[in-house]
């Protein structure tokens, strides 16, 4: 098992994720975890769907970038903050902002989704563009936050925001009942790190994994090759999670320790995957929730007839910001 970085108490961090679950009450929504039986009737199992899609601004990054302005002295507050993101990130930090006055700029990468661009815009941020990768948009925004005196509020890189983040598997856990796999979408690996350290005390014998798109599978590659790697990304409907990791993430050591199995995707089983929960359950997603049902699915693929042999799983849904013209895409090319 690799060595943890000094800084980094795995055994300390269910408890922060408890007390952050606190902190985040009076403010996020707690979402449903309702079974889905037209996914269990169909792979012969016990689904259970986490509806972060419901959140505040439309995903579950709203949690984290909270419980870090939060946790931020009224200096600090005053100063204002900085963050990067391809949308979601981006939207939870302005309406974090805008919940406790804190003026915010958001980096996003150029093809950034338009969807989610107006979205930021409408809680009250400024918006910059910078960068063709994430990770190019993070190295500038931490940059110029640095330089300016500001917090950077990480996507994922905070342990205040991973246990942020984290407060879903606390709610996983009050709402399901004992499960065997919970499949996260990952990306830098912050909602899927919160959880599983959250689960992991909960529930010792769950299966945490780790759904990614075969066109961006930055963490699973890392994670295989016990070292953050670099690897150009494709485009993927996935744009949620896509993109590099940033040296030294905190987030590496928690999926290496915690994460139990990685899961790729390719863009056809995202599309189908994606047109299939919006004509059985009548709500939308983005392709990063897409990603975790896909990854459900091609789990079930491999039990053969038996499909998920009876299982209870649960899967988190991160995200329902989907641009009109990606939406008429998938529903064209995935039905």
């Known amino acids: 098992m690799p060595v ?13 994720i408890a007390a952050a679950h606190a902190r ?7 979402t449903p975890f309702d079974e889905s039986l ?32 939060l946790c931020l002295t009224p200096d600090a507050r005053a100063r204002g903050v ?26 996003v990468p150029e093809q950034a989704s338009p969807t989610k661009v107006a979205m930021i815009r409408r809680y009250g941020a ?62 830098g690996g912050g909602l899927i790190g919160g959880v599983a350290a959250a689960l992991k005390v909960a529930m010792p014998s769950v299966r945490v994994i780790g759904a990614l798109p075969a066109n961006s599978p930055v963490m699973a590659e890392s994670v295989a ?18 993109g590099g990791i940033e040296a030294g993430a905190i987030t590496f050591p928690i999926c290496q320790h915690l994460v139990d199995e990685w899961v790729l ?11 299939r929960f919006i004509d059985e359950h009548h709500q939308l997603i983005e392709g990063s929730a897409g990603v975790a049902l896909a990854a459900l699915e091609a789990r079930a693929a491999r039990g053969g007839a038996a499909a998920l042999g009876g299982e209870r799983v649960g899967v988190v849904l991160c995200g329902a910001n989907i641009a009109m013209p990606t939406l008429l895409r998938v529903l064209q090319e995935g039905g």
Request: with cysteine.
């Open 225 to 242: 090759a016990g070292h953050i790697v670099e690897r150009e990304s494709f485009p993927t409907l996935s744009d949620g999670t896509a």
């Open 4 to 16: 943890l970085p000094p800084f980094l108490d795995l055994a300390a961090l269910p408890a922060a």
């Open 24 to 30: 985040l009450h009076p403010y996020i929504r707690q």
């Open 82 to 107: 900085v963050a990067a993101s391809s949308g979601n990130h981006g939207a939870g930090v302005a309406w974090a902002a805008r919940l406790l006055g804190v003026r915010a700029l958001i980096y």
């Open 126 to 187: 400024d918006v910059l563009h910078v960068g063709t990768d994430g990770l190019d948009t993070e190295v500038h925004a931490r940059e110029v936050a640095e330089r300016e005196g500001q917090c950077y509020v990480s996507p994922y890189n905070d342990l205040e925001v991973v246990c942020g983040q984290g407060a879903v598997g606390v709610e996983v856990a009050q709402q399901g009942g004992a499960l065997d796999a919970v499949i996260v979408s990952v990306g």
């Open 265 to 275: 995707v390719d863009e056809e089983a995202i599309a189908a995957a994606m047109v």
């Open 38 to 69: 037209a996914l269990g009737e169909r792979l012969q199992g016990t689904v259970h769907l986490k509806g972060e899609h419901l959140q505040h601004t439309g995903s579950f990054k709203a949690r984290g970038a909270l419980h870090k302005l």
